[in-house]
């Protein structure tokens, strides 16, 4: 089935830095999501990008579909940054379940 | 403010018990999910619904059942609590189906069985 890899497993930060994420899936994703989970466990959904690039504030996110990867890069981190980013694909097999990956935990120094 | 909100948030139970989580949303969504989440890992989908008195299975439903006795109320029930069931449960609901449909997820439910 997919599988869905996240690296680093973890990353420090001095705050003002920038982060780059990334996460490899193992078959052909029809919809990839990034997902932000708080030290407290909430978790919000930061961006849809299935292909291309797309920015969000202080995000931006380059999924190459042929390549099965995406990147999020985070700009002048902040200490509210802080906490585990989660990527989730969908798979094209026309399960429209997502799969997640392990995360990535983030944190940023002041 | 639409909202997921999840009941109890922490809760510890027997082996062989029998746990009710509950899950409303006020977002007038469709669809809902049960996650769950074991540390340092991803979610993982346990059940589904898209439709009131109507309930699917998603990659891990043995040893969980799933009611949604109207559109606002999703529960997940394990009828006979195992250690193996120890973990973070998340609900979740969407207008629609699928990674292309914006998912709300409540704060989750810490279980603990012991």
């Known amino acids: 089935g997919q599988q869905v890899q996240q690296s680093p497993s973890s990353l420090v930060l001095q705050e003002g830095e920038n982060a780059e994420l990334q996460c490899n899936f193992s078959s052909t994703a029809t919809q990839l999501q990034w997902f932000y989970q708080s030290p407290g466990g909430s978790l919000v959904s930061l961006l849809s990008n299935p292909s291309g690039t797309k920015h969000t504030g202080r995000l931006t996110s380059t999924t190459v579909t042929k390549e099965r990867r995406s990147s999020l890069h985070i700009s002048s981190s902040q200490t509210t940054d802080s906490g585990t980013y989660l990527c989730a694909i969908e798979e094209s097999s026309g399960s429209w379940q997502l799969i997640f990956g392990s995360g990535t935990q983030l944190t940023v120094m002041p | 403010e639409a909202a997921v909100t999840q009941s109890p948030r922490s809760k510890v139970a027997v082996t062989g018990g029998k746990v009710t989580l509950s899950c409303h949303q006020t977002n007038n969504h469709d669809y809902m999910y049960w996650y769950r989440q074991d540390t340092g890992h991803g979610l993982r989908l346990i059940h589904y619904s898209y439709v009131a008195d109507s309930t699917e299975k998603g990659d891990i439903p043995d040893g969980y059942k799933a009611s949604r006795p109207s559109q606002e109320n999703f529960s997940l029930i394990l009828e006979l609590a195992s250690l193996s069931q120890t973990a973070v449960y998340f609900c979740?609901?969407?207008?629609?189906?699928?990674?292309?449909?914006?998912?709300?997820f409540g704060p989750g439910t810490r279980l603990t069985v012991l």
């Open positions: 979740a609901s969407s207008e629609r189906q699928g990674a292309l449909a914006e998912q709300f």
